[in-house]
């Protein structure tokens, strides 16, 4: 059974910084893709970024692209999400996920495993 635990999240001010972390639990945690998602009040979870088994290819969403960054490090079983320049549209439960295969991918269907997120919410 694979567990994937969020920590990171908090209140910030618009413009504020916040590193979210994934930790898994597993072994052979640099196999597989991983990627966060986010889910606002009243709307529907949404990808934000997503990185490969071995850090070589990292796909964002268009509205955070230039100000997240996704990071892993695979031998301590940890994915990142390094937050700059916050806007309150940035405010949601953001949660990690692990697919079943190397690659990342926008949709949310090809996520097997789910951590239990973490809250992040921006002042304007």
């Known amino acids: 059974q694979v567990q994937l635990v969020e920590s990171g999240g908090g209140l910030v001010q618009a413009g504020g910084t916040l590193r979210l972390s994934c930790a898994a639990a597993?072994?052979?945690?640099?196999?597989?893709?991983m990627a966060w998602f986010r889910q606002a009040p009243g709307k529907a979870r949404e990808f934000v970024a997503g990185i490969s088994g071995g850090s070589q290819d990292k796909d964002y969403a268009y509205s955070v692209k230039g100000r997240f960054t996704i990071s892993r490090d695979n031998d301590k079983n940890r994915m990142y999400l390094q937050m700059n320049n916050l806007h309150p549209g940035d405010t949601a439960v953001y949660y990690c996920?692990?697919?079943?295969?190397?690659?990342?991918?926008?949709?949310?269907?090809?996520?097997?495993?789910w951590g239990q997120g973490t809250q992040v919410t921006v002042s304007s």
């Open positions: 597993g072994r052979v945690f640099g196999n597989f893709g």
């Open positions: 996920a692990r697919s079943l295969l190397y690659s990342t991918s926008r949709r949310e269907g090809a996520w097997y495993y």
